[in-house]
């Protein structure tokens, strides 16, 4: 691996300092694009200072009661794949590639659905902590809105995130169609242990198992020292109540762990010595290892990143200055590094990070890179403040072995042709002739 700044670099941010033209990331932290001349299109006659464009002729339209994106934005939207003949199980994936910043407009992301979405009126729901405990207590939403509140940001990662990369051929689609279940947001709710105190849960009790209120009643089983260290019950997303699709009226936030965890339409938490060994606690997130043992119970999300412009299915128009822009996050705590690579892992510059960057959040990544024309691989590779590196695709694989499903975290390929236009690309396995098990791999998702 080469990883040798320029020396140049040191006095001209605009000098290279990894392999095929990725720049010093002071390029950005100043401020200044370092002397860099940009010429992205050919320069326009001027015009008249005083002439009037079109809306400048006319009123534009009265005040909305909730506010609506451009019309001319109306391809950032979701894509969905529901199971054929039930609706209401599936997901849909948020348009990575088509955002910025570090935060998931509300109706951008991501969902899965086990049996539909439930019409909850909120005057009716009850959230009720009982099993292994002195006190058992049940709260309406008004009398929980009562407590103090706080407000986190953090993401929600599904689980099955990713997994197509588990194939043995690269697919081909659009960075958010491939690792769309993810999004962040700040949450705002209630923190789950002052309730448990409140309930006084009894000594013997190591899990709390969460129940919602959906048709699938999903249950699942978290540590009770999770619970009591940063888990939320969450009422607001993003400053307005929880709509819906992520669980109105109440869902738990579980911070920096497996999506399935964070129950939706949350109603019941019961204190137990025992895991409920529930559907997707055995038959879903226990995964066979090489060595022939099963993986069950991981929960964290490990180190990941991934460039989302430019990425797959879109093309550089030209050769020249190009921002590397993508996400990086990890369950165990906050970005600590990210390096960019436009040379397929033979070497790495360090990326900016946007502030604020915080624990189990999404952070955005920012690079400079002069593009020459010709071919290219592009790679970002996270490290988070535990030390934790997001593996290579050869180092997860031969850690793992051809049966995982979840909790894909490998680093990810953008190849970039001659041509400017980009694919999904594998650098450090290469395909291999597609077997039946990939053509039909189960939808489990989460």
């Not at 209630?190 to 009790?205: M, N, R, T």
């Not at 550089?316 to 600590?336: C, K, N, Q």
């Not at 997860?396 to 999904?424: C, F, K, M, Q």
Request: proline share 9%; net charge neutral.
């Amino acid at each position: 691996m080469k990883d040798k700044p320029s020396e140049l670099s040191e006095h001209w941010p605009g000098a290279p300092v990894a392999g095929n033209g990725l720049l010093d990331r002071r390029v950005f932290l100043r401020g200044t694009l370092g002397g860099l001349t940009l010429s992205f299109t050919a320069p326009l006659a001027a015009a008249p200072r005083d002439a009037l464009v079109p809306t400048q002729r006319a009123p534009g339209r009265p005040f909305e009661n909730y506010g609506q994106p451009s019309p001319h934005e109306r391809s950032v939207v979701r894509w969905i794949a529901a199971t054929e003949g039930v609706p209401g199980n599936g997901i849909s994936w948020t348009p990575l590639e088509q955002l910025d910043g570090a935060l998931t407009p509300n109706g951008l992301h991501f969902e899965r659905h086990h049996n539909g979405i439930p019409d909850i009126d909120p005057a009716l729901h009850r959230l009720r902590i009982g099993g292994a405990v002195a006190r058992p207590l049940e709260f309406d939403i008004e009398a929980l809105l009562r407590y103090p509140r706080v407000s986190r940001q953090c993401f929600v990662e599904c689980g099955g995130n990713s997994n197509a990369a588990w194939r043995r051929r690269p697919v081909q689609t659009t960075a958010g169609n491939f690792h769309g279940l993810v999004s962040a947001s700040e949450w705002t709710g209630v923190p789950l242990a002052p309730l448990l105190d409140q309930a006084e849960v009894d000594a013997k009790a190591r899990w709390v198992i969460a129940e919602g209120a959906d048709a699938f009643s999903l249950t699942m089983s978290i540590p009770l020292s999770k619970a009591r260290d940063d888990c939320l019950l969450a009422l607001f997303q993003n400053g307005e109540r929880i709509r819906p699709a992520q669980g109105y009226p109440l869902r738990l936030l579980v911070p920096g762990w497996e999506g399935v965890l964070n129950v939706k339409w949350l109603k019941n938490l019961y204190l137990a010595e025992q895991p409920a060994m529930a559907r997707n606690e055995t038959a879903r997130y226990t995964e066979l290892m090489p060595d022939g043992r099963a993986r069950q119970f991981t929960f964290t999300m490990g180190p990941k990143s991934l460039i989302t412009r430019p990425s797959a299915q879109m093309r550089l128009p030209s050769p020249g200055f190009y921002e590397i822009s993508g996400l990086a996050w990890s369950g165990h705590g906050r970005v600590s590094r990210v390096e960019v690579s436009a040379d397929g892992g033979e070497s790495w510059a360090e990326a900016a990070l946007a502030e604020p960057v915080l624990p189990a959040a999404l952070t955005r990544f920012r690079a400079p890179w002069r593009w020459s024309g010709g071919p290219a691989v592009l790679q970002s590779r996270v490290t988070d403040e535990t030390g934790r590196v997001q593996p290579s695709r050869a180092e997860l694989l031969a850690e793992r072995g051809r049966h995982g499903y979840y909790h894909y975290n490998a680093i990810v390929s953008w190849a970039v042709a001659a041509d400017g236009y980009l694919t999904h690309a594998y650098v450090d396995t290469p395909p291999e002739t597609t077997p039946l098990e990939d053509l039909f791999m189960d939808e489990k998702w989460d």
